[in-house]
């Protein structure tokens, strides 16, 4: 109930930009929030600070208005686990209450290996070193120790990302067998940063592909998908016709981004570097021999 009164005072000031207390309050009572009582300055203040340490959203009074605002809506409109959050509980809100229609909405299957993320997120926040057990898709199981420095959810799978003491490794906990927390700590770099880490990439696989610069043109349907859901930061849409669209990248064009653009079977075309060109018209020759 209370994460459900944190959205509403989000969703209201992202609707009605600016609000007194007592236009927040009314409309507080006529939606049904706290059994329709009125929202006391106390409780709203509470709210804020809550809504702050939760999702990093700052909502300030204008001194002369006295109305209420999001100075930083940005927040919401990033990859960050706040906007991740957010959303989760939004959906969660709205469809708890309307249970009479949940037959009515189909989701995706919820992300595998979510029985072992209290423990890494328990590793990672105290900087203790995690002992797995993992078994590769075609492998022999092992047990393996290492130091947990990010998760990352890709395509319905959860991903751990961690120092091995050699080199940076990733794991899918869908793949791990059990997951226990060590004695052993371990010490993160204190410049180290998960999302810059992965910016040059797409996906998981954060292999020694060179950085390249990136031009596909989008046939007939496909430029509005990319318009409407990027790729990756780096997307810009550099020419437009009437039948296409060419988008650019600098990105690490890793196995996950080629398979990406696969996706899209022919309203994806590959134009630049020329060695990517031909690296995917192979892959797709290869493919093609799958129906001969």
Same mark, same amino acid.
């Given at each position: 109930?209370?994460f459900?009164?944190?959205?509403?005072i989000?969703n209201?000031?992202r609707?009605?930009?600016?609000q @007194?207390l007592?236009e927040?309050?009314q409309k507080?009572q006529?939606?049904?929030?706290?059994?329709?009582?009125?929202?006391?300055?106390?409780?709203?203040?509470?709210h804020?600070?809550?809504?702050?340490?939760m999702?990093?959203i700052?909502i300030?009074?204008?001194?002369?208005?006295y109305?209420?605002y999001?100075?930083?809506p940005?927040?919401l409109?990033?990859?960050?686990?706040?906007?991740?959050i957010?959303?989760t509980? @939004?959906?969660?809100?709205?469809l708890?209450?309307?249970?009479?229609?949940?037959?009515?909405?189909v989701?995706?299957?919820?992300?595998a290996?979510?029985?072992y993320?209290?423990t *890494?997120?328990?590793?990672?926040?105290?900087h203790?070193q995690l002992?797995i057990?993992y078994?590769?898709?075609?492998a022999?199981?092992?047990?393996k120790?290492?130091?947990p420095?990010?998760?990352?959810?890709?395509?319905?799978r959860?991903?751990l990302?961690?120092? @091995?003491?050699?080199?940076?490794?990733?794991?899918?906990?869908?793949?791990?067998?059990?997951?226990?927390l060590t004695?052993?700590?371990?010490?993160?770099?204190?410049d180290?940063?998960?999302?810059?880490y992965?910016?040059e990439?797409?996906?998981?696989?954060?292999d020694?592909?060179p950085?390249?610069h990136?031009?596909?043109?989008?046939?007939d349907?496909?430029?509005?998908?990319?318009?409407?859901l990027?790729?990756?930061?780096?997307?810009?849409? *550099?020419?437009?016709?009437e039948?296409s669209?060419?988008?650019?990248?600098?990105?690490?064009?890793?196995?996950?981004f080629?398979?990406?653009?696969?996706?899209y079977?022919?309203g994806i075309?590959?134009?630049?570097?020329?060695?990517?060109r031909?690296?995917?018209r192979?892959m797709l020759l290869n493919?093609?021999?799958?129906?001969?």
């Open positions: 109930m209370i459900r009164q944190y959205i509403w989000i209201t000031l609707a009605y930009k600016r @007194t007592e927040l309050s507080w006529e939606d049904g929030l706290a059994d329709g009582n009125p929202l006391p300055r106390s409780s709203f203040n509470r804020r600070d809550a809504i702050r340490d999702f990093g700052d300030e009074c204008e001194p002369k208005t109305k209420y999001i100075s930083n940005e927040v409109s990033d990859d960050s686990i706040e906007r991740w957010f959303s509980l @939004t959906v969660h809100g709205v708890a209450d309307s249970a009479s229609v949940r037959e009515y909405v989701l995706e299957n919820p992300p290996g979510e029985e993320l209290e *890494i997120i328990r590793a990672i926040k105290t203790h002992l057990g078994k590769a898709f075609g022999e199981g092992y047990e120790k290492l130091c420095y990010s998760l990352k959810l890709d395509k319905q959860w991903y990302l961690t120092f @091995t003491g050699r080199h940076m490794a990733t794991y899918a906990l869908d793949r791990m067998t059990k997951v226990e004695d052993e700590s371990f010490e993160m770099p204190a180290f940063s998960p999302q810059a992965f910016s990439y797409f996906g998981v696989i954060t020694d592909t950085l390249a990136v031009v596909i043109r989008a046939h349907w496909t430029p509005n998908y990319l318009r409407t990027p790729l990756h930061h780096s997307q810009r849409e *550099i020419a437009t016709t039948h669209a060419d988008f650019s990248f600098d990105i690490r064009p890793t196995v996950d080629l398979n990406e653009l696969k996706k079977g022919d075309e590959v134009l630049a570097p020329l060695d990517l031909e690296k995917m192979q493919a093609l021999k799958r129906y001969e």
